[in-house]
């Protein structure tokens, strides 16, 4: 949920397994358009008469099961970035030290807010860790809320 940008990969809960299938963009792009005519999917032997090479093969068949077992398979939504903003200046209003404060005030009222909030912050290490705790922390309400959105209920308590 954290990458928002998906400019390389993107992500798949298996809601039979639990586990998060990670999968490239361009692979996922590739088998969309060779899989689908319409948006009718294509018998997968067709398949057979591309010659790809095998280092991405198993890409390749795991963006045929992404997109031939949508019941088994739920895109892992990016975080909204309204509520990761809202977070970074509650943070940053909670901080008592003037230097600190204004140094992040200034980086979230830039253009490039989460970036230059990201590397204003690394400058600060104790308030670094400090915000790597609430974000943590509040990831984790949001991946909890999700996961209740799409009927699955977490077996812990906490995320790997």
Do not use: C
């Not at 990761?84 to 140094?103: N, Q, V, W």
């Not at 705790?133 to 984790?140: C, I, S, T, V």
Request: glycine share 4%; charged share 35%; aromatic share 12%.
């Amino acid at each position: 949920m954290e990458d928002v940008s998906r400019d390389a990969f993107d992500y798949f809960l298996d809601l039979e397994t639990g586990s998060v299938a990670t999968i490239s963009v361009d692979a996922l792009e590739g088998a969309k358009s060779s899989l689908y005519k319409g948006d009718e999917l294509i018998d997968e032997s067709l398949l057979e008469k591309f010659n790809m090479p095998e280092w991405i093969e198993d890409e390749v068949e795991l963006a045929i099961r992404i997109f031939s077992e949508k019941e088994r398979y739920v895109r892992i939504p990016e975080r909204e970035s309204k509520e990761a903003y809202s977070l970074m200046k509650k943070f940053t209003e909670g901080i008592d030290e003037l230097r600190p404060h204004d140094k992040l005030s200034d980086a979230l009222n830039s253009p490039d807010a989460f970036s230059r909030f990201k590397k204003t912050l690394s400058t600060f290490p104790e308030h670094k860790k400090k915000w790597f705790a609430l974000n943590a922390k509040a990831m984790e309400k949001t991946i909890t809320d999700w996961l209740a959105s799409i009927g699955v209920k977490p077996e812990q308590e906490y995320y790997i």
